[in-house]
């Protein structure tokens, strides 16, 4: 019982112990979530702050800082990305966050140059390096480097002499050392030159934009510090920046001064222990309108006009000074508002503002009154100034007058009344300028409108066209009285090709539809110069035709095609004699024939037959050559040199190798030199010649080749659509076969096996990555399928290069050829061609599908079969109804194992492809699949196990 009691008393100690460590877990998430949500709504509060002085206008002097702001933001968020901060991190504040949440890790005041030191103020102290250069006239140039001590002391070269130097600028050092040398040296020379400068330690604290301890370099000044960590925060002052130093001294600095005048003199050098303090800002007022720098100024002791106006430059020259219009608050009691005339009132400036005033410099009236403006038809057109009395007749004179198409019967006068709205008056300026007593005078404001004549008359489309045989065609200006001759000389006149008997003009109609067609005889008009002429209207189109669009011209060439070096068309004029043609031709071939045929044109000769036959006149070429033919050409005709076959422009060789007394090239006698003449050149054969191997390649592919091989391809692309179509008509059937021999139902509509079927999705995606399983039957036969991989229909073979060539190894019988010269065994040779006269071999060579390709010793009287034996026997995959021998001779023929082998014959046994009769084991076939799919049901069930 007691023991029970124990475990029920430590069991509540347990958990009273667990909800107490929820409950503080829960305290502290509801504590830092409370943080959280009082930093967001500070955060939200200062960004709202800081908009309302972004928005429109900037606090000003916060842009001077802008550069090391941005420099500080992006060192900072680069720092919180990559986890950078430790302990050695000088912690600051950037707007908005607290210090304890940003870190730093580099240099802050790494733009602080210490190689520009002004040397009249800089002050020498302890750790300072200076190098010393002195030279004399019997001592060379030599450099030292002086350190200054801890005493302020350094130590003279030379002399050994000790001089304390701190608190002397580098001029007042340089003179005492050179009085020490001088006591050593005769007439010594220095220089003195600051080569290590020493670290001093400052802070700087109150409302500045990165507040801390820093080590600067002690050339280090108030403006540099202060630029480098960003200036001020939104709420500092830039007009009291305290220096606190040593002695319980004080100095107060305006940044103002340096923003605003360029004034540097208070920009003093730091000193060890200083502490530059931003006290918060106080008077800060807004100043806006017609002002050189709107915006908000931070006001000193003088929180007046006078001051902000000086922050801000002064007003501009369109300000209204007559109404300075000011938002002020008395403080601590009430809001006023107050215009201030600082055109009467002298003491304006003494006016007090405070912080959050606003101070409005408006604009004068931007809408000039006393004008009055006259537009149209005059010289000068614009505003003109408006005084007492001013007529009409008087700004018309100052805009230089009316203008020659002027539109006198109507004048528009634009009056502005009272309410804004304009008033239309007309006026008759003929009338008004024809009666000299009477005058119109204007009122401010008025607008004068004199509008041209084209302006309210219509005077139509001004401009005539002109296209065709001329220098420059295209759309003129048509003046009054133009004529259509006109019209051409400004158009460059007619081209030489132009047709002046035939000028069309296009007459066009007022509404813009198409006038009548005028034909007019250019040529007869300026044979004529006392015709009369054809005016031209507005829009109209002239058009003069070339010679060639209205008569058909032939090419002026004639031709010449066949035997001779240059066959093409040539240009010709009248006539040309025969002779001069071939010339430039540039003659005759070798080849050419006894006659030349010249197919006369018809399109230069009256033909006393109808149709379209040519007369074909016949010339000597001989005579030809030696000009006794009177024979011309003219336009159209064409020449024809026909050419002799029996011209053999080179020599044509052929070549022998092998077992010949004199294997070479050799040149062909002529074009009908046969086989066994070659063999005799050659010196005849040699005794072990092998006269049935002998072979001849003819690689010259004869004439019409080109033709025959266009259309063994298009044979081949139509054969190719055909195997197409039955590859795919056999793959339904063999799948349909398939199908039913493994048990799937066919009329279902589903593309997958029946063992995808049974075990769904899973399966799919192993047979889609081509796994497969493999299940040993009771006669340990095994079986492996891949369902991927089952083709059931080859598809056709697609011939290469070897098969669509024929071989050019030509069938030859040198025997035939020697026994009986002239023969059709003693073929003709062409060029190129290639005897190969091989010696006697010995031996059989067995390839392809046996047991081991061998080379046999041939035997007089055997067959295939018997050196099949020899080689080990045809293989399980030979195909021995496909066998071939190739001859000695290069001659393939098909055979069997009685097929008898002569000397150097080879015989090549092919393989075949192994089908499965997949009627005779679908009875197997169903087992594997129902062990497929058990073993696929396991493999499914262990893969659920595993997740």
């Known amino acids: 019982m007691l023991k029970k009691n124990s475990f029920i008393f430590y069991l509540v100690i347990f958990f009273t112990a667990m909800a107490s460590l929820a409950n503080a877990g829960i305290e502290q998430a509801y504590s830092e979530k409370s943080k959280q949500s009082k930093k967001n709504k500070k955060t939200k509060k200062l960004k709202e702050y800081n908009k309302k002085f972004n928005d429109e206008y900037t606090i000003f002097g916060m842009d001077y800082f802008q550069l090391p702001r941005e420099k500080i933001n992006s060192r900072v968020k680069f720092n919180k990305k990559n986890k950078k901060a430790t302990k ?96 050593a040296l005769n007439r010594p020379e220095i220089t003195l030159t600051l080569s290590e400068i020493r670290s001093i330690h400052v802070t700087i604290m109150g409302e500045s934009y990165l507040p801390g301890n820093y080590d600067v370099p002690s050339t280090t000044t108030l403006y540099n510090l202060l630029y480098a960590t960003g200036g001020v925060n939104i709420n500092g002052t830039l007009r009291d920046i305290h220096i606190k130093r040593t002695g319980n001294d004080t100095i107060h600095f305006d940044f103002y001064k340096f923003l605003i005048e360029g004034d540097c003199s208070q920009d003093i050098p730091l000193n060890p222990g200083d502490i530059i303090y931003i006290p918060p800002c106080k008077n800060r007022v807004l100043i806006k309108g017609e002002v050189v720098r709107p915006g908000f100024f931070e006001l000193g002791e003088n929180n007046n006009i006078k001051e902000l106006l000086w922050c801000c430059r002064g007003i501009k020259s369109t300000a209204n000074a007559n109404n300075i219009h000011i938002e002020s608050v008395v403080p601590y009691k009430e809001r006023t508002v107050k215009d201030i005339d600082i055109t009467k009132d002298r003491d304006y400036g003494l006016y007090p503002v405070y912080d959050n005033d606003t101070v409005e410099v408006r604009s004068v009236h931007k809408k000039v009154m006393n004008q009055v403006s006259i537009e149209g038809a005059v010289k000068i057109p614009g505003k003109y100034e408006f005084t007492e009395g001013i007529t009409l007749e008087d700004i018309i004179n100052r805009a230089g007058g009316l203008l020659e198409d002027a539109y006198l019967d109507r004048c528009e006068l634009i009056h502005k009344n009272k309410d804004g709205s304009e008033a239309l008056e007309i006026v008759d300026l003929r009338k008004l300028l024809a009666d000299k007593g009477k005058h119109k005078v204007l009122n401010p404001l008025d607008s004068v409108l004199i509008y041209k004549q084209k302006d309210l008359k219509w005077q139509g489309e001004r401009f005539v066209k002109i296209t065709g045989a001329v220098k420059k065609p295209g759309t003129y200006y048509r003046p009054d009285n133009m004529t259509l001759e006109d019209l051409v000389n400004r158009a460059g006149g007619v081209l030489p090709e132009g047709y002046l008997r035939n000028v069309f003009l296009q007459r ?77 031709a540039g003659g005759f071939l070798p080849e050419a024939s006894d006659e030349v045929e010249v197919a006369r044109s018809n399109y230069y000769r009256k033909l006393n037959h109808t149709g379209n036959t040519h007369k074909i006149d016949k010339y000597k070429t001989i005579d030809i050559i030696n000009g006794s033919v ?32 004199k294997p070479g090239p050799y040149p062909l006698k002529s074009n009908y030199e046969t086989l066994s003449s070659v063999i005799y050149r050659a010196g005849g054969l040699m005794n072990d010649a092998f006269l049935s191997g002998a072979r001849l390649y003819r690689s010259a592919r004869p004439e019409g080749e080109e033709f025959k091989s266009n259309v063994v391809n298009k044979i081949i692309d139509l054969y190719k659509i055909i195997q197409l179509n039955e590859y795919k008509r056999l793959t339904a059937e063999m799948q349909l076969k398939f199908y039913k021999i493994t048990g799937e139902n066919s009329n279902s509509g589903a593309s997958e096996t029946k063992a995808d079927s049974l075990i769904g999705k899973e399966l799919s995606m192993l047979k889609k990555t081509n796994k497969s399983f493999n299940k040993k039957e009771d006669n340990s036969s095994s079986y492996q399928l891949n369902l991927n991989n089952l083709n059931l229909v080859t598809p056709a073979r697609e011939f290469d290069y070897g098969n669509l060539h024929p071989s050019p190894n030509l069938n030859i019988n040198i025997s035939g050829a020697l026994r009986n010269p002239g023969s059709k065994d003693d073929i003709i040779l062409k060029n190129n061609d290639k005897i190969i006269v091989p010696e006697v071999p010995s031996s059989i060579n067995i390839i392809g599908s046996v047991v081991v390709p061998s080379t046999i010793l041939f035997k007089e009287g055997y067959n295939v079969e018997y050196y099949v034996n020899r080689s080990g026997g045809c293989c399980d995959d030979a195909n021995k109804g496909q066998i071939v021998v190739i001859r000695s001779n290069g001659v393939v023929d098909k055979a069997n194992f009685r097929t008898k082998i002569y000397l150097g014959d080879t015989i090549f046994v092919p393989n075949l492809v192994m089908p499965i009769a997949i009627e005779e084991k679908s009875e197997k076939f169903n087992k594997f699949l129902d062990n497929f799919t058990n073993l696929a049901f396991s493999f499914l069930l262990v893969r659920s196990i595993v997740k």
């Open 508 to 584: 066009y109609n007022q509404d813009g539809t198409f006038g009548e067609l005028v034909r007019c005889n250019l040529e007869q008009v300026q044979k004529s110069k006392g015709s009369k002429h054809t005016l031209l209207r507005d829009r109209d189109e002239v058009n003069i035709q070339r010679l060639d669009e209205i008569q058909f011209t032939p090419e002026e060439e004639v031709s010449i095609y066949g035997a001779v070096q240059k066959p093409g068309s040539y240009p010709c004029g009248s006539i040309m004699p025969l002779q001069s043609l071939v010339q430039l």
């Open 88 to 183: 050695k991190n000088v912690p600051f504040t950037v707007e908005g966050e607290s210090a304890e949440n940003n870190t730093v890790d580099f240099n802050i005041l790494e733009g602080l140059s210490d190689k520009v030191i002004n040397s009249d103020r800089y002050l020498l102290g302890v750790n300072d390096t200076i190098l010393l250069k002195y030279w004399s006239e019997t001592e060379p140039p030599t450099e030292t480097k002086l350190k200054v001590d801890y005493k302020g002391s350094v130590n003279i070269p030379i002399t050994g002499k000790v001089l304390t130097v701190r608190g002397m600028n580098l001029q007042q050092a340089e003179r005492s050392i050179k009085q020490e040398l001088s006591q």
């Open 630 to 661: 009177n024979c011309y050409i003219l336009k159209g005709d064409v020449v024809t040199v026909s050419k002799l076959n029996v011209i053999q422009k080179r020599p044509e060789i052929v070549y022998i190798e092998g077992r010949v007394k």
